[in-house]
């Protein structure tokens, strides 16, 4: 029983430190309050990405 519980523990751990890594993967898409458009694109991979290309998932982050 010990060892199932031990188990489930480390499984959970592990997924937790997989869905933290990929979030912290995801680039970060500025937008403008006042036109509702990208700024810039913060990116933290190797892939770069653009206001004309940023991914289909991002960090959203509003700015002046």
């Known amino acids: 029983m010990k060892l199932l519980a031990t188990a489930m523990v480390l499984l959970g751990i592990g997924a937790v430190g997989y869905a933290a890594n990929e979030a912290m993967k995801m680039p970060d ?4 309050y006042s036109t509702n458009e990208c700024v810039e694109v913060v990116n933290y991979t190797d892939e770069q990405f653009t206001c004309s290309n940023y991914p289909t998932k991002f960090h959203h982050v509003w700015v002046q």
């Open 29 to 32: 898409v500025h937008f403008s």
